[in-house]
């Protein structure tokens, strides 16, 4: 299982820009559940999701969820700093699942 963020050009995924393996989706998932909750987006590895704009609000989920993993809140530090990257870049990136 895989799930990788890519930057999106003309609604198509182009640069490779982060790998979620079965590690990372454990500890990721619960965000992506209260993100879906709060946007009815859903980010799910076995299908795509594109984002033009509004990763903010993931950025934001994923930073109050991550301190009760400890140690593997570094996972989420590295992560969010991938899209904190594409959004002050106003680059749209697109989730491309299994």
Known sequence: ???????????QPKEWIYAIDSERWSLFNEAFEIFKAKTGLVIDQYSDTKFSSGLQNLIDILNSV?????????????????????????????????
């Open 1 to 11: 299982m895989a799930l990788d963020l890519h930057i999106m050009e003309n609604g």
């Open 66 to 98: 991550a301190p009760q993993y400890g140690k593997s809140a570094a996972l989420f530090s590295e992560f969010i700093s991938v899209l904190e990257s594409a959004e002050s870049n106003g680059k749209k990136v697109i989730f491309v699942g299994d």
